[in-house]
């Protein structure tokens, strides 16, 4: 079975250009997540979608980010205009959610893509 | 102040050393998961915890959900053990999203 994909692996653009992330997730999985690590920090939270729906979009940075899940499959996260903070490694994850019991949720291991690697010169 | 705590965030060792890394946090959670990142490479899940102790192999993760504390702990460790080794934590209150720590450089040396 395919992992979590992403695409481009590398990106250099300059500040104020646009760039647009994909991220495939494992087929079958609802739950699908955009984190970020930028020089020298944690890794963060972006968003969090369910299905095409964002569950959680607490942790995006601005309104330059917009993130999109057309038809709960694949994901895009477009940054426009660039600035040279947007730096850093950019990664999705997905994970599958388990109810075996009305109510019940199991806990669900999130599953990560290679991450983009995004420079803004 | 991070609501996760990684120690040490660099370590060198040499080839066979048994390895331990730290995890505290602050916040009430529902799992943990400890990752490794290989050079240029992506993040791989290595454990998905939330209470006792999970084994696969040469690594070992604990967790004390009254401490607030994880540990991994490598053995025999081997020059491919050397990768970033991150810790995040599902918080109770945040849904299902992860809160990382920084992570912890690993390099064994032969």
């Known amino acids: 079975e395919a992992g979590v994909t992403q695409f481009p692996s590398h990106s250099v653009i300059e500040k104020g250009q646009t760039v647009t992330l994909r991220c495939d997730p494992i087929?079958?999985?609802?739950?699908l997540y955009w984190y970020r690590r930028v020089m020298g920090k944690e890794i963060k939270f972006l968003l969090h979608?369910?299905?095409?729906?964002?569950?959680?979009e607490s942790g995006m940075p601005n309104n330059r980010f917009l993130a999109e899940r057309t038809g709960g499959t694949y994901s895009t996260l477009k940054v426009q205009p660039a600035e040279l903070e947007d730096s850093g490694v950019y990664f999705c994850?997905?994970?599958?959610?388990?109810?075996?019991?009305?109510?019940?949720?199991?806990?669900?291991?999130?599953?990560f893509g290679p991450g983009t690697r995004l420079t803004v010169l | 102040k991070n609501e996760v705590e990684q120690s040490p965030q660099n370590l060198t060792a040499q080839e066979g050393e048994f390895i331990t890394i730290n995890c505290s946090y602050s916040?009430?959670?529902?799992?943990l998961h400890w990752l490794q990142q290989h050079p240029g490479g992506g993040i791989v899940s290595l454990f998905m915890?939330?209470?006792g102790k999970k084994k696969h192999g040469r690594l070992i993760a604990t967790i004390n959900i009254q401490e607030k504390h994880s540990s991994l702990h490598i053995t025999a460790s081997h020059p491919r053990d050397s990768a970033v080794y991150i810790c995040?934590?599902?918080?109770?209150?945040?849904?299902?999203?992860?809160?990382f720590g920084e992570g912890t450089q690993l390099t064994v040396n032969p």
């Open positions: 994850a997905s994970s599958q959610d388990y109810f075996p019991a009305a109510g019940i949720q199991l806990g669900n291991e999130q599953f």
């Open positions: 087929s079958g999985h609802d739950n």
């Open positions: 979608f369910v299905k095409e729906s964002k569950q959680d």
């Open positions: 916040v009430g959670i529902s799992a």
């Open positions: 915890l939330s209470s």
């Open positions: 995040a934590v599902k918080v109770e209150t945040s849904g299902s999203r992860l809160t």
